[in-house]
């Protein structure tokens, strides 16, 4: 299993609130390397944010919000867990519970279905990232014609799971059976 290399960051790098991007002056000195993809990250948040209603941003879930940024920023926020890693821990069971809708009670937090053994707090964030933005972009090399139509819906102000349905013809817990059997087909 890949061990990252650097330390894992204490505190978020970013964070976008109303369509206003707030980066962790850390990434001003020792992390400085870290800001062009922390940034295309949180605009991507401020993007869609600033598209849709308050109401439609909330209630997309967590998973997708953060993996569509990782995705946009070729990796941005889900530095310190490798693919590789991320796919072990799904191998083991230890992967993002997707679910279809986001709540006002849990802002920014995503759930695993199983909570990876021995991770920090931090950690467990991070792999989360990693394995939400595998998880997206994974959907959109499945079918580029219907991640656009799901992505219409969706800054068209749509439910989530009407959007995956209108964009896949299918739910997105059987499009993660899918990932996962790809994924570990990969090892
Ligand atoms: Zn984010």
């Known amino acids: 299993m ?8 204490r505190s978020r790098s970013g964070v976008a609130a109303f369509g206003r991007v707030i980066l962790s002056p850390a990434l001003y000195s020792k992390q400085r390397r870290r800001v062009p993809a922390i940034l295309t990250h949180e605009l ?3 993007h869609i944010e600033g598209w849709i209603s308050a109401n439609a941003f909330v209630r997309l879930p967590n998973w997708f919000k953060e993996g569509l940024a990782v995705m946009a920023s070729g990796g941005g926020g889900a530095e310190f867990v490798s693919e590789q890693e991320a796919r072990a821990a799904i191998g083991r069971g230890e992967h ?3 679910d279809d809708a986001g709540s006002w009670r849990v802002l920014s937090e995503i759930r695993f279905e199983r909570a990876p053994l021995g991770a920090t707090p931090s950690h467990r964030t991070v792999l989360a990232y990693r394995q939400s933005g595998m998880f997206v ?3 959109s090399d499945l079918d580029g014609a219907a991640f656009g139509r799901m992505m219409n819906a969706i ?3 749509r439910p989530f799971a009407e959007a995956v349905a209108g964009g896949y013809r299918e739910d997105v817990q059987s499009l993660w059976l899918k990932f996962a059997q ?4 990969r090892k």
Not at 2 to 8: D, E, G, Q, S, Y
């Open 2 to 9: 890949h061990r990252p290399t650097l330390a894992a960051p």
């Open 44 to 46: 991507s948040h401020a």
């Open 96 to 98: 993002i519970d997707v």
């Open 137 to 139: 972009a994974y959907l």
């Open 155 to 157: 800054l068209d102000g």
């Open 182 to 185: 790809a994924s570990a087909a």
